[in-house]
């Protein structure tokens, strides 16, 4: 079999998929070892394009942990984690708005927008797209006592989504791509995680898949095996039985709630991978896990 052959036969298997999710919204949090490493940060931006040029709507949303860490030691300011969280007082919210909207945003803008697509950065305060709320978190300290109360400063839940700002944005050709910071009842600044502004926006527009980027295979049994496809239920019992533990729960816990909302499936896949966008949306075996209701 020559090389040529094998790509036709690429193209062939993505052919049945390109006609599935034609005029589909897919809503993409990109994060992790994708934004880091340059060909990787290619080839995710050629994705999204490519997704875009065949019909699809891809909608991206944004972390930025790793340069908002470096830019607050560049300015001396420590940081204070819970469970993994990033504790955000009224100094370190606003370099976290500055990193992530006036930084890391744009730049995901122009290298969609170098590579031949038509990208457009916005925040969550933009258009009123995201409202949110102080999170009130409550760490647990074990049996047979009461959690403890943490003041987390500005990080945020969400309370609401108002996709109008999204839609207008789609139908003219544009690819959306959202910085997740939302705005209180009184103007105030939250830093909201991105995973859960993601899963949130695609409940908002009935987004027929949810992909999460992550630096993992993506969902592992006891084995440390790769766990392909998994249905709701059998996610709520791996999460019980303590196989999907730490950072790996809120994600699958992200997932489980916006199939609960209309989304038709969610993916997490290994961001590690070259092309793992469209190896998980147009071939028949994927580069992650993928979860249905």
Do not use: W
């Not at 999710?21 to 880091?36: E, L, P």
């Not at 095996?225 to 239920?233: A, P, Q, V």
């Amino acid at each position: 079999m020559t090389a040529d052959t094998d790509r036709a036969r690429v193209l062939i298997e993505a052919l049945p998929y390109i006609r599935r999710f034609n005029g589909a919204t897919i809503v993409v949090k990109y994060g992790g070892h994708a934004m880091v490493d340059e060909q990787l940060k290619r080839d995710f931006a050629l994705d999204i394009i490519l997704m875009k040029y065949v019909g699809m709507n891809p909608v991206v949303v944004h972390g930025g942990g790793p340069q908002i860490g470096d830019f607050l030691r560049r300015l001396s300011i420590e940081s204070e984690f819970v469970d993994g969280m990033r504790v955000t007082d009224r100094q370190t919210m606003d370099v976290v708005e500055m990193v992530l909207v006036g930084k890391v945003n744009k730049e995901i803008v122009a290298l969609i927008n170098h590579n031949g697509g038509s990208a457009v950065g916005l925040s969550g305060k933009d258009g009123n797209l995201i409202r949110a709320r102080k999170m009130t978190y409550l760490k647990s300290r074990g049996e047979d006592q009461a959690p403890e109360i943490i003041d987390m400063g500005m990080v945020g839940e969400i309370t609401a989504v108002h996709s109008g700002i999204l839609s207008s944005i789609m139908k003219s050709e544009f690819i959306p791509v959202i910085a997740p910071v939302g705005a209180g009842e009184g103007g105030e600044t939250y830093n909201i995680n991105a995973d859960l502004v993601a899963g949130a926006v695609a409940s908002a527009l009935n987004a027929r898949k949810l992909v999460l980027l992550t630096d993992t295979e993506g969902v592992l049994d006891r084995e440390k095996r790769l766990i392909s496809s998994l249905k709701s239920d059998e996610a709520r019992i791996l999460i019980g039985e303590g196989t999907i533990v730490g950072g790996m729960i809120p994600k699958v816990q992200c997932c489980l709630n916006a199939l609960a909302s209309g989304v038709r499936k969610a993916h997490i896949i290994d961001g590690r991978a070259p092309h793992a966008i469209l190896l998980e949306i147009l071939t028949k075996v994927g580069v992650g896990t993928e979860i249905v209701g």
